[in-house]
């Protein structure tokens, strides 16, 4: 029998009197159980079960939002009850904040900036020295959604004419309206039927700005549009920050006469953001409106109520069109010329390696 105990004992078993010694050996030998890393979606190969855990992954993350969200809630709640100052609220990191630092940023101290604004080449019309008076062209072929364009254009920008292009050279259209006093040269063009860049000449000595056009949207196209008047609109210019923008800001502005008249009630918009210009073109409505206050009569036995009507003046927006969006692509010295011109500013495919750089 003895022999038979000797056999089952295995051979790395301790002697019977070594039974401390035993379970120490026990203990180091079995090693503690590390967590393996949570799976990703990405390395599941399974497409059901990827879309399972994704779901299941997004659903947990907001309800981790959530569950911060109502503490912070109850935090400054408590704060308030108690007569201490809440904390403060957490700014979200976006595109435009963690933007990359610029030295070209104008600052409202900017004296040298101030200098240059008193002689650029928009300053007569700014100071109301000129009155603005700008022709409206197109390119040699004009097609498609472009006349209608022009029309609407010619209604966004008082004392606006337009002449037909015709044959002539660029060069010749812009002689012929320095010939007749215009203070600024706006050409559309077309391709395939569609506009898809606009041309801006400021006369007589220039800049010449190149913007690409997209995601044009005629008046009859947007819903509950409404039609404008011929006053004269406010304008509003929107993150003009750097020295590029501000030149850009001023040279549209230069189009629009400077006393805008607000009885009209016409708003124009002009507002950049990450480099892309949103064009918009609103009137403001003023209404009455009646709200019903429901009030208990405390005579009445019963707990009937009775409406009584309060008039209330409610502004609205109505927009009158266009709509569209433009990218600047060239900034040229002077009036139009492709050979011998000299370029302030030139964006090439090099720029855009970063999303948080913004030049405008």
């Keep these: ?28 030998k079995k090693p503690r159980k590390e967590r393996p890393d949570p799976v990703l979606p990405s390395q599941i190969k399974n497409k059901d079960k990827r879309k399972e855990v994704h779901a299941k992954l997004k659903r947990e993350k907001k309800a981790q939002k959530r569950k911060l969200a109502r503490e912070r809630g109850q935090a400054a709640q408590r704060a308030v009850e108690l007569g201490e100052q809440p904390p403060e609220k957490l700014v979200p990191r976006t595109i435009e904040n963690t933007r990359e630092p610029d030295e070209t940023v104008c600052r409202p101290d900017d004296q040298e900036l101030f200098a240059g604004n008193d002689a650029d080449e928009f300053n007569a019309v700014l100071k109301q020295q000129t009155t603005p008076k700008v022709l409206i062209t197109t390119c040699r072929f004009n097609s498609g959604r472009g006349p209608a364009f022009i029309e ?7 004392n606006s004419c337009y002449v037909k292009r015709g044959t002539y050279e660029l060069k010749k259209i812009v ?17 395939r039927r569609e506009p898809d860049a606009l041309l801006i000449i400021n006369l007589p000595a220039g800049p010449t700005a190149h913007f690409k056009l997209s995601k044009l949207i005629l008046r009859k196209d947007i819903k509950n549009h409404g039609n404008p008047t011929s006053h004269k609109p406010e304008l509003v ?39 892309y210009i949103f064009f918009r073109h609103h009137r403001y409505i003023f209404e009455m409106k009646e709200n019903k206050i ?28 266009p709509r569209f969006t433009l990218k600047l692509l060239t900034l040229q010295h002077g009036t139009f010329d492709t050979k011998n011109g000299e370029y302030e500013w030139v964006h090439k495919p090099d720029m855009d390696t970063s999303r948080r750089r913004f030049f405008l």
Excluded: W
């Design 1 to 28: 029998m003895a022999k038979e105990r000797k056999r089952r004992q295995p051979a790395d078993a301790p002697p019977p009197g070594d039974d401390d010694e035993g379970r120490d050996h026990r203990r180091e």
């Design 152 to 158: 609407e254009l010619m209604q966004v920008i008082p």
């Design 237 to 275: 210019l929107n993150n003009f920050t750097t020295r590029l923008g501000h030149r850009v800001g001023r040279m549209i502005q230069s189009l629009f006469p400077q006393e805008p008249n607000f009885r009209g009630r016409r708003v124009v918009t002009f507002h950049n953001q990450r480099d």
């Design 294 to 321: 429901a009030s208990k009569d405390k005579k009445a036995k019963t707990s009937e109520s009775k409406s009584q009507p309060e008039k209330q003046v409610i502004c609205r927006l109505q927009e009158c069109g």
């Design 175 to 191: 002689e012929y309206a320095n010939n007749r006093d215009f203070t600024s040269l706006v050409v559309v063009h077309t391709n």
